[in-house]
């Protein structure tokens, strides 16, 4: 099992950079596919970023295609993503999210665990 807790988010302007950060609890970090979901107001959550346990294949949402960065550390059991030119669609509560991953190669939800969630609000 593992546990995650998000920090990073904030309120910024359209075109402001900001970088989540996810630490995640636990001695077997390496193992686990890592991702960024948000929700903006409504039911349903968006996957918006993935890394496999290697970081060696990396999925991004085409609306933020080369504005945001994922990456993990796994000797420091973290995972970011850096978010670049902002927009106020972006808006929402960015949560980690962890799965346990044999293949090495994946990242697709579904996800198994959840941290607690981190407000970003893009203003115009």
């Known amino acids: 099992q593992v546990q995650l807790v998000e920090s990073g988010g904030g309120l910024v302007q359209a075109g402001d950079s900001l970088t989540l950060s996810c630490v995640a609890s636990?001695?077997?970090?390496?193992?686990?596919?890592m991702g960024w979901f948000r929700q903006a107001p409504g039911p349903e959550r968006e996957f918006v970023a993935g890394i496999s346990r290697t970081g060696s294949t990396i999925y991004y949402v085409s609306s933020v295609k080369g504005r945001f960065t994922i990456s993990r550390d796994n000797a420091e059991n973290t995972v970011a993503l850096q978010m670049n030119s902002l927009k106020p669609e972006d808006t929402g509560v960015y949560y980690c999210a962890a799965k346990w991953d044999d293949s090495g190669i994946t990242y697709r939800p579904p996800y198994d665990y959840w941290g607690q969630g981190t407000q970003v609000t893009v203003s115009t």
């Open positions: 636990g001695r077997t970090f390496s193992g686990y596919a």
